[in-house]
Structures are given as structure tokens and as C-alpha cells.
């Protein structure tokens, strides 16, 4: 069966920390930029980070930028993102998606989605 799994979502304090993780099964990641993405409730969707095929290129959003860190792990076909110093604001649903080799800030230019892992950021 061919999917993109995420975990790793859940409730934290503000200034705390969360992994999550992007892992596909039925295919290998190799090939794909991967792209994380949040919806907050009654907001679009936003890109946050993104890392290329290679691992060579990452892109953070600047309202993430010094706070998150993407990586990949081809040997586990998972892409991680590392949120340190959460803030309340990053509360939204986490989704990760697929696009071939390079990264894209349009979110429509990525193919195949996760179903969201939901991140609470609250005291």
C-alpha cells in the first residue's frame, strides 16, 4: 500500500519540543523533495520547511526559521522535523507531502499527502 504516514504530533508547553516524522511505505522517499506544511483552524494552509531529494537544499519558513530543523533518513525512508521552543502560535495540523526532487513553496505542485498529525502547543 502505497502512503506517507505522520507522527509524532501531540500536546506540549510552550517552550517546549516535538518531533515528528514523515515516513512512506510502498515507495522510497529517494526521489522526492518532501515539504511540511500546517493548517491552523480557519487558516490556508502554510508552508514551513521543505528539504530537497538530496538532502542538499532546506527552505524554513521565517516564522520558523532558527526554532525548526528538517532532516532525512534514507535508510528508515522517513524525513524528520526537529520543533524546538514551540510556541502557541504553532499549534495547527502538521502535514507532509511529496514533490519530485526539488522543493516548491506552492503546496499545489505537491502530489502525495500525509493525513496531518495534530500539534498543541498550550499551557
Known amino acids: 500500500q502505497v502512503q506517507l504516514v505522520e507522527s509524532g504530533g501531540g500536546l506540549v508547553q510552550p517552550g517546549g519540543s516535538l518531533r515528528l516524522s514523515c515516513t512512506a511505505s510502498g515507495f522510497t522517499l529517494d526521489y522526492y523533495a518532501i515539504g511540511w506544511f500546517r493548517q491552523a483552524p480557519g487558516e490556508g494552509r502554510e508552508g514551513v520547511s521543505c528539504i530537497s531529494s538530496s538532502g542538499g537544499s532546506t527552505s524554513y519558513a521565517d516564522s520558523v526559521k532558527g526554532r525548526f530543523t528538517i532532516s532525512r533518513d534514507g535508510a528508515k525512508n522517513t524525513v524528520y522535523l526537529q520543533m524546538n521552543s514551540l510556541k502557541p502560535e504553532d499549534t495547527a495540523v502538521y502535514y507532509c507531502?511529496?514533490?519530485?526532487?526539488?522543493?516548491?513553496?506552492?503546496?499545489?505542485?505537491?502530489?502525495?499527502w500525509g493525513q496531518g498529525t495534530q500539534v498543541t502547543v498550550s499551557s
Open positions: 507531502a511529496t514533490r519530485p526532487l526539488l522543493c516548491s513553496r506552492y503546496s499545489t505542485e505537491y502530489a502525495r
